[in-house]
C-alpha cells in the first residue's frame, strides 16, 4: 500500500498526530490554539490510516516564522530500514513545504531520557532518527542536561559576597554578556562566534531573538556586584517561557571566574523565582559544560532527561 506524506487538514486531525507518542504531546493543543504551532506544520506519513511518522515544526509566538522542528517520530513497529526510508521522505517533504525559501533549516532539538545509551531499544530508535538528520544534511551541535529545581527543596541563602540590583535596560545586560561570550562552554554560543559574529553581536543576537521574548516581569532580571566597590561579576535572568519557569541565563565575567560566584549568582535566581511560589524551575546547560552542571547540582537541581540539538548549518543543504 502506498505510503501517503501530507500535512494536516486542520486542528480535528490532532488526535491522527498523536497517535504516536513524545513528552511534549501534552502541549499540542494549546500551541494550535495560541497559534504557536499550525496544522500545515505538522505532517504525517500514513499507510492506509496506519501512522507511519510525524513532523512538527514550533515558534514562540503565533505570526512568526518556525523557529523549532520539535516533533519527529516513526513508528516504533518498522524495521530500521523501512524507518529510515519513510523518515527521510517525510523530513525532505515536510521541510521543503514548511520552511521558507531560501532560509536556513531550524534547529531541531529531542527530549531524550538521561540512560538513552544504556536502553538498547531506546538507542536503536533515537540513532535511526539521528541517522535520517544525518542523511539530510544535519549535523549533531550539542547533547544537553535537562535539569529542575522542584518545590520543597532548600533555597540558598545569601552569604554576603555579592549584592543584586535589577537589570535597568538592554545595554546594561548586553554589555555584561558581551565579554561572558569570551570563552563560553556554550556550544550554541561557540557556533555563533565560529559563524563570524563578533562577542558584542553574538550577545545582541541572544538578547534580541531570546530574552526579550518572555513576557514575565523583567524586575525578576539581577545584575551581581561586588558589594564593596559596585565592581559587575555577573548576572542571571530567571523568567518564565511558555511552559515553565526557567534559568533563563546566567553567567559570570571572565575576570571573576574561579571565584565560585556562580553558585552565588544561580542562587539569586533560584530564589527570585521561588519566591512567587512556582511548583518547579527548569534549566539547562551542556554536558560539556561541566562546571555550570555542577553548580546547578550544588543548588538542588535534578538531571531528569537530556537534550540534544540537530543543526543544518546554512541554505542550499539538502532539502532545505
Known sequence: MTVVVRPLAGPDELDLFQRL????????????????????????????????????????????????????????????????????????TASAAVVPAGAARPEFGRFMPSDWREVPETRARLETLFGVLTASGARPLVERLRLEWRAGSPVPEPNGRLVFRPVRDREDLVALMTPVMEGTL?????????SGLSAREAAELHYDEELAHYVSPRAWWRIA????????????????????????????????????????????????????????????????????????????????????????????????
Open 186 to 194: 556554550d556550544a550554541h554560543g561557540q557556533a555563533d562566534l565560529a
Open 225 to 320: 556586584e561586588l558589594p564593596e566597590t559596585g565592581e559587575p561579576v555577573g548576572f542571571v535572568v530567571p523568567a518564565r517561557n511558555n511552559y515553565h519557569p526557567i534559568i533563563a541565563y546566567l553567567g559570570v565575567l571572565p575576570a571573576h571566574r574561579g571565584n565560585g560566584y556562580i553558585d552565588d549568582v544561580l542562587a539569586e535566581g533560584t530564589r527570585v523565582l521561588a519566591a512567587e511560589g512556582v511548583p518547579n524551575i527548569r534549566a539547562a546547560t551542556d554536558v560539556g559544560n561541566v562546571p555550570m552542571a555542577r553548580s546547578f547540582a550544588r543548588a538542588g537541581y535534578v538531571n531528569f532527561e537530556r537534550a540534544i540539538n540537530f543543526v543544518w548549518d546554512a541554505p542550499g543543504t539538502r532539502g532545505a
Open 21 to 92: 507518542d513524545y513528552v511534549l504531546d501534552h502541549e499540542l493543543a494549546d500551541d494550535l490554539a495560541t497559534g504557536r504551532r499550525r496544522p500545515d506544520w505538522m505532517w504525517v506519513a500514513l499507510r492506509g490510516d496506519r501512522l507511519l511518522g510525524r513532523i512538527s515544526w514550533w515558534a514562540g509566538r503565533a505570526g512568526a516564522d518556525p523557529q523549532a522542528l520539535d516533533f519527529f517520530d516513526l513508528d516504533p513497529a518498522l524495521d530500521a530500514d523501512e524507518a529510515a526510508g519513510i523518515g527521510l521522505r517525510l523530513l525532505e
